[in-house]
């Protein structure tokens, strides 16, 4: 069991560039969730999925931010037109579906937007 | 609204010291509450969680934690720590409302033990 696997661990892009965020569930895991974290703003959550399906994307900004899973293996957080204000550790999250089990977190991207 | 609370941004402590971050929770139910860590570089780990039952959970390495209904708190213990116990602890509250599920956390208390 190699955990949830986030790629890429780093990644800087230019400001009004797209980043695409990459992740991995652990195999067999229904809930996916996506989460900001910030110095100021601590940990913030971003999107859940279950069984692929977006079931509360409630912490995603409206704009410039959208995220996927288009199979159960592995899910994608995209930011368009990047601004600094977004440069942050995005980690991504899963459990399975049994009420409060746990929730097993990737290391996380760091996404610094210069 | 859940919310979380972790007074103590920082804590020191020496090492072989005991040691006890605090957390506060505001829920309008009885919560399920979770211990979390995060050492340089890495995701969170899970130390320890509440659901039910005895007050007093145990958790890895030798952390426990106390839930008290009558003061919100949830508070992280541990008897004696180790300089590998430095890393940032962050206490959570799961929310759970129809068929959404998420963990509210607090900011975070970062730990520095001293040799």
């Known amino acids: 069991n190699a955990g949830v696997i986030q790629t890429p661990r780093h990644k800087v892009t230019g400001k009004g560039q797209e980043a695409t965020l990459w992740c991995e569930p652990i195999s067999g895991h229904s809930a996916v969730f996506w989460y900001r974290q910030t110095i100021v703003q601590g940990l913030e959550f971003l999107t859940y999925?279950?069984?692929?399906?977006?079931?509360?994307d409630s912490g995603m900004p409206k704009e410039r931010f959208s995220a996927q899973m288009p199979n159960q293996s592995h899910s994608t957080l995209k930011i368009q037109s990047t601004q600094p204000q977004d440069s942050a550790v995005y980690l991504c999250?899963?459990?399975?579906?049994?009420?409060?089990?746990?929730?097993?977190f990737g290391k996380g991207t760091r996404l610094t937007v210069v | 609204a859940q919310s979380v609370t972790q007074p103590d941004a920082r804590v020191t402590v020496s090492e072989g010291a005991s040691l006890q971050l605090r957390c506060k929770y505001s829920?309008?139910?009885?919560?399920?509450l979770f211990w979390y860590v995060q050492y340089p570089r890495q995701g969170l780990q899970l130390l320890l969680k509440y659901y039910s039952g005895d007050p007093v959970v145990q958790g890895v390495n030798g952390f426990e934690a106390e839930f008290s209904k009558s003061n919100s708190s949830f508070h992280l213990r541990k008897a004696s720590v180790h300089w590998s116990d430095s890393a940032v602890y962050f206490c959570a509250v799961s929310l759970i409302t129809g068929n959404t599920r998420k963990l509210i956390f607090g900011l975070g208390t970062t730990l520095q033990v001293q040799p």
């Open positions: 999925f279950r069984n692929q399906a977006p079931i509360d």
């Open positions: 999250a899963s459990s399975s579906w049994t009420g409060n089990t746990e929730v097993f």
């Open positions: 829920s309008s139910v009885t919560p399920y």
